[in-house]
């Protein structure tokens, strides 16, 4: 629980203040002044008697009892310093902005442990060491600029970085977006983005607080915490975005499967927002520009009209939004259009986009909205386009749009691009508590991520009942490593995950026996496979069709002496759609299941889903709807379908699987053969790690 004389203040201390406001003491200060703190201020430093008109103290121990204190010093002082605000004064809120800790050496990791372990000892908070500090509705306990315009139901914003959060509140201000709460977390020596999270978790008010949270990560130090807690306060009514950056630089993995090289850590981060129902950015002006969507009435369906006085814009919104899954549908039919065409000027188009003209009045785009709100049951929600060239004022115009979405239940996005132009009656529509979207094409984008992004998965759910115990007396027995045939199909039967029938030989008598008895023939062919090799195509070390005895004595000749063979694998030949399935564990985020297209098209298109274990067949089956490939998995130029449910429960099994053997580091199911009766594993691989 965060410490309430962190947030709620009524005495601040600012160590190292000072009268030069360029310096982080002095803008420290002066922000604090011009903030809404009603509190008692104090300031050291003891060079100074009197800083900004107030009284300044020698050092810590003149203080008198004080609740909160912003260190703006040099790292080798900080420690003494809290100790004696912790220990003495009764501080219990600190906001370290001062750098030089465990972001540089080992020296200033051991002053920011000792600093850590004096608050927790008793019971304070900390934010930083290394950021820009904190503000909220009571006070600005920070040394950057600017400052946006606070309100209860603005955003609440996390970052990692201070700098970063500069210029995301510069531009989502600049736009209109207004905040709650800007927690720069710095080094996050205590309090990180997960405690902060956990913490709006809960002190959660459905009337009092923020329903919007903007977070920017640079790594995410407890992922199931994050899910956790994201989950819990979207599902009370708050909708979160964020931008996890760094996620080229992790790379694939070494691995020595398929899966190893699909799991990088943005993959993995991808599933985990999916999990929790994160929207997902990826620079500053889309993670602005969804939270300004976010502020807006909820989008209940897909079909938007795309109101305008321009048509470019409008074209090009157009096209962002059918791409994305949205639709614009045609109005030009509907009954109620001739009567809107009829009040507005000749050439006017009402098919959607409607197009007004640049000669459009506010009186023509109240008649528009009002059949939009009224008569077109077609439309959820709408985005009015509507810029100037420098002839008129639009303040009018933007007037009447205030006024309309206030009264309006469909949602209305307003697009006033001209930011030059009519900036002041911008600034006006801005003044009245308004979001502008000035691009319609990075509106249109967050629309789409905002509707398609799901809803958060249930932390509990029901997955395929497997044989847990015959899975732990298979694993226990095993070593570290890859599994042996038998060993990883003992797993495969216990989950209850189909696969083919085979067996293993390394003498060829064996082989041709195995041939006998399954009745090897033109109507029942034979796969033979090197047992050994990692890319068994690679090595020419697979052979399909084999159709009689002499083939079966040749191919096992040329197979056993090929490099790293020590047998040979033999089944009935399979038919049906290449499909995959593959797990891996990462330490921190857990388990990972990928699913999609498979054979040698997973090396070349990568067309694969991934969600965090558990994941259901439900769910399992509506993010296959989401691969490229789809359509090939519903059969395509007489092709058989991959029977989904069938397909959707292996991978659901799959899950089952890896949490009952989380011993389970790396599980390849390459490839499945898909159609409509059978979806059956026909290799696989899975690597012990304990």
């Known amino acids: 629980m965060i410490n309430p004389k962190l947030l709620n203040p009524q005495s601040i201390v600012i160590c190292g203040a000072s009268s030069d406001i360029h310096k982080p003491g002095g803008k420290s200060l002066k922000n604090l002044l011009e903030s809404p703190f009603k509190g008692q201020i104090y300031a050291v430093n003891p060079k100074e008697t009197e800083v900004q008109g107030v009284k300044c103290y020698a050092k810590v121990d003149d203080l008198p009892q004080v609740d909160c204190a912003i260190l703006c010093i040099a790292a080798k002082f900080c420690a003494q310093t809290v100790d004696v605000l912790a220990k003495e004064k009764g501080c219990r809120g600190f906001i370290i902005v001062s750098a030089g800790f465990s972001e540089e050496n080992a020296e200033g990791a051991a002053i920011e442990k000792h600093i850590v372990d004096t608050i927790n000892s008793v019971g304070g908070s900390l934010i930083g060491p290394n950021c820009t500090g904190f503000l909220n509705t009571n006070y600005s306990g920070c040394f950057d600029t600017p400052i946006p315009k606070l309100d209860p139901k603005g955003v609440d914003f996390i970052t990692g970085s201070g700098a970063t959060a500069v210029f995301i509140k510069e531009y989502g201000m600049s736009n209109g977006l207004k905040f709650n709460s800007v927690w720069a977390v710095g080094n996050s020596a205590q309090l990180g983005i997960e405690d902060v999270l956990e913490h709006l978790d809960e002190t959660f008010d459905p009337e009092k607080s923020s329903h919007v949270i903007m977070l920017y990560m640079e790594k995410i130090g407890d992922p199931q915490r994050l899910l956790k807690h994201s989950r819990s306060l979207i599902n009370k009514g708050c909708h979160i975005a964020a931008i996890k950056s760094g996620g080229s630089a992790a790379g694939s993995r070494a691995a020595s499967s398929h899966t190893g090289a699909l799991a990088t850590n943005d993959a993995a981060v991808d599933a985990l927002f999916q999990k929790a129902g994160i929207v997902r950015c990826h620079n500053r002006q889309e993670l602005t520009t969804v939270c300004g969507v976010f502020m807006h009435p909820e989008i209940k369906g897909k079909r938007c009209a795309v109101i305008t006085h321009a048509g470019g814009p409008a074209v090009m919104l157009t096209d962002v939004l059918s791409n994305g899954g949205m639709e614009v549908p045609s109005l030009k039919e509907h009954p109620a259009s001739p009567a809107l065409l009829a009040k507005l000027f000749g050439g006017s188009s009402v098919g959607n986009p409607i197009d007004f003209l640049a000669t459009g009045t506010a009186e023509q785009l109240g008649y528009i909205i009002d059949t939009v709100e009224n008569e077109y049951d077609e439309i959820d929600f709408s985005v009015v386009i509507f810029g100037s060239p420098g002839l008129f004022s639009n303040k ?295």
């Open 396 to 690: 009018e115009v933007y007037d009447l749009l205030d006024e309309k979405m206030k009264t309006c239940k469909k949602p209305i996005f307003p697009v006033l691009p001209s930011i030059i132009n009519v900036k002041e009656e911008i600034a006006d529509f801005i003044a009245k508590g308004r979001i502008n979207f000035p691009e319609e094409c990075v509106l249109g984008n967050a629309i789409c991520k905002v509707y398609n992004t799901p809803k958060p998965q249930p932390e509990n759910v029901e997955l395929p009942k497997i044989d847990v115990a015959r899975i732990r007396a298979t694993v226990d027995r095993c070593k570290d490593g890859y599994m042996e045939i038998a060993d990883y199909n003992e797993l495969l039967d216990a989950a209850g995950i189909s696969r083919k029938k085979s067996v293993e030989v390394s003498k060829k008598e064996d082989a041709l026996a195995f041939a006998k008895e399954v009745g090897c023939s033109k109507d029942v062919p034979l796969v033979m496979k090197v047992v050994g090799p990692l890319h068994k195509s690679d090595v020419g070390g697979v052979t399909l069709g084999v159709k009689d005895l002499d083939t079966v004595a040749k191919e096992f000749d040329r197979l056993i002496v090929i490099p790293e063979t020590y047998a040979v694998e033999m089944y009935p030949m399979l038919d049906g759609t290449d499909v995959y399935i593959g797990a891996i564990r990462d330490p921190k985020f857990g388990h990972q299941i990928f699913f999609g297209l498979g054979g040698i098209f997973i090396e070349v298109l990568k067309d694969v889903q991934s969600a965090l274990a558990p994941i259901t067949a439900a769910e399992a089956k509506e993010m296959l709807t989401k691969l490229r490939g789809y359509k090939i998995l519903q059969g395509v130029r007489g092709q058989e379908p991959v029977n989904l449910d069938l397909y959707a429960d292996q991978v659901a099994r799959v899950s089952a699987l890896v949490q009952a053997a989380p011993e389970i580091a790396e599980m390849d199911l390459n490839p499945l053969l898909g159609n409509p009766r059978y979806v059956t594993a026909v290799d696989a691989r899975i690597r012990l790690e304990k």
